[in-house]
């Protein structure tokens, strides 16, 4: 049985601060856990990656690392199975889980919002909208494109530098119009926070929560996250009416059942 700083940081002799590496094996070990170490095994001998290298984020619901390929980099996606995930997972999806399977636990829930990433990420791409493409999930564990350079990931749009905010909003408004019009999906947490920003485009991450655009919550959830993507762009100094963001979206037709395709 590997231990997690055997799996995850092959080169820890590097860290020097032995303050920071308790805090970092603290952190850690509550991710790799024995079920979650297997699984990180697992996924490594079907070769979605090579080993795990550091996190890039971590909060109260999982945690995002950077992992290596033959052909790069990947990011592994891994949830927490813990009570905290599971209440924070909103009803509208939770209750959609429940009826494609008989959940009985969390655990078993948590699993299925990862597979529901996958799933998502997946419908994303096929209808050409830039998010990572996605390789593979197991349990927990959710295996996607790293977004980034080999100097690091790439930053959300609420931390990158841009010099032209009218270029980025036009690309988020084409990137959210074909998720609605083609995809036909609402992100449902839509915001500079779930936004990366690579190579002067935008890519939409964090999907695990999206719903149909013909679902009754769809348009309330998207007038929402435009209402305040549309005053991120304000305080650029670029001048957004979330009405005119939300027709250029397509968000007229959301949340119609007779409008399904
Ligand atoms: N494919 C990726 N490539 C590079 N970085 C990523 C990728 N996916 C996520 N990240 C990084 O990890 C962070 C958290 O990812 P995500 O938003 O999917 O998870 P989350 O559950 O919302 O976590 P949190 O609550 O910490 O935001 C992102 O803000 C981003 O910095
Ligand atoms: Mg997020």
């Known amino acids: 049985m ?22 970092q094996r603290k952190l850690l ?48 996606k891994i949830y927490r199975i813990s009570n905290t995930t599971y209440r924070n997972l909103p009803p509208y999806a939770v209750e959609q889980l429940r009826r494609e399977a008989s959940l009985r636990n969390y655990g078993g829930l948590i699993f299925a919002w990862t597979r529901r990433e996958h799933t998502i990420l997946g419908r994303l ?7 990572p493409i996605p390789y593979g999930h197991a349990r927990n564990i959710l295996v996607m494109e ?20 009218e270029a980025v909003y036009r690309d988020l408004v084409d990137q959210v119009g ?25 890519v939409l991450i964090d999907v695990a929560q999206a719903i ?18 549309a005053k991120f762009f304000t305080r650029l100094g670029l001048p957004v009416e979330p009405e005119a963001f939300l027709t250029a979206v397509g968000g007229d037709r959301v949340g119609r059942r007779a409008e399904r395709a």
Do not use: C, W
């Open 125 to 131: 791409r096929e209808a050409g909208v830039r998010a």
């Open 178 to 202: 074909r998720m609605v019009r083609d995809a036909k999906l609402v992100h449902g947490d839509l915001s500079p926070y779930n936004t990366l920003y690579l190579d002067g485009h935008v």
């Open 212 to 229: 149909a655009a013909d679902h009754p919550e769809a348009r309330r959830l998207l007038v929402r996250d435009i209402t305040n993507f």
């Open 29 to 76: 070990d509550e991710f790799f856990d024995h079920a979650t170490l297997l699984t990180v095994s697992r996924l490594q001998h079907r070769g979605l990656f090579r080993a795990i290298e550091f996190p890039i984020s971590t909060g109260k619901e999982g945690g995002v690392f950077r992992a290596t390929h033959s052909d790069g980099f990947r990011a592994v």
């Open 146 to 165: 790293y977004i980034g350079s080999a100097e690091g990931a790439a930053p959300r749009l609420k931390d990158a530098r841009f010099e032209d905010p």
């Open 2 to 23: 590997p231990r997690p700083m055997d799996v995850v940081f092959p080169g820890r002799e590097r860290f020097e601060d032995r303050r920071k590496e308790g805090d």
